[in-house]
T-cell receptor, first 116, second 112 residues
Framework: DGGITQSPKYLFRKEGQNVTLSCEQN?????MYWYRQDPGQGLRLIYY???????QKGDIAEGYSVSREKKESFPLTVTSAQKNPTAFYLC???????????????FGSGTQLSVL | DAKTTQPNSMESNEEEPVHLPCNHS???????IHWYRQLPSQGPEYVIH???SNVNNRMASLAIAEDRKSSTLILHRATLRDAAVYYC?????????????FGGGTRVLVKP
């Protein structure tokens, strides 16, 4: 079935450790996104990518890094510089048509990251 | 970025309609209005979107004000499975491409 797969579902990070969250899609979408969600809050955009080998910072990029070496994959690394990483992380993808704003997002099921 | 304003929460009885308002007074002429909903511990799912005209699909209806500064998502007959957080979002088509910014959403409680 087509869709977005995030792994792992739960992840624990030790102090000073970098961790990487996986996001894979087989929808042939050009654009991919990472959002962070804190309890009882809405989603905040971390990074997004419109095309392979290109990505832009969202609203809360500090302490995070991404890569987009393949169309299907958009991994997110939570670095040790992110002092409050505990949150629910959501990956999404969409078609990309320049100048069009009606393309809907498809979301993965999320990764819950906690600090030990 | 154009922003949206939604009530924090709403309650409804099962089998009754639910009207979810959204204000977006700074919407630009090319911004589409999108609605997503998020069930507990899941990623958001697409509900509906529109530009100027009212829209209907199997999940809901979207009523857009003539000046486009507000819209209303209508769930015609609420069920317990409709209990979720509903987000009203404007697409931001900037020079770098599409970006979707979420606000706090409206938490819908459906009472049996």
């Amino acid at each position: 079935d087509g869709g977005i797969t995030q792994s792992p579902k739960y992840l624990f990070r030790k102090e000073g450790q970098n961790v990487t969250l996986s996001c894979e899609q087989n929808l042939n979408h050009d654009a991919m996104y990472w959002y962070r969600q804190d309890p009882g809050q809405g989603l905040r955009l971390i990074y997004y990518s419109q095309i392979v080998n290109d990505f832009q910072k969202g609203d809360i990029a500090e302490g995070y890094s991404v890569s987009r070496e393949k169309k299907e994959s958009f991994p997110l690394t939570v670095t040790s510089a992110q002092k409050n990483p505990t949150a629910f992380y959501l990956c999404a993808s969409s078609m990309r048509k320049q100048g069009r704003s009606n393309e809907k997002l498809f979301f993965g099921s999320g990764t819950q990251l906690s600090v030990l | 970025d154009a922003k949206t304003t939604q009530p924090n929460s709403m309650e409804s009885n099962e089998e009754e309609p639910v009207h979810l308002p959204c204000n977006h007074s700074t919407i630009s002429g090319t911004d589409y209005i999108h609605w997503y909903r998020q069930l507990p511990s899941q990623g958001p799912e697409y509900v509906i979107h529109g530009l100027t005209s009212n829209v209907n699909n199997r999940m809901a209806s979207l009523a857009i004000a003539e000046d486009r500064k507000s819209s209303t998502l209508i769930l015609h007959r609420a069920t317990l499975r409709d209990a979720a957080v509903y987000y009203c979002i404007l697409r931001d088509v900037g020079a770098a491409g599409n970006k979707l910014t979420f606000g706090g959403g409206t938490r819908v409680l459906v009472k049996p």
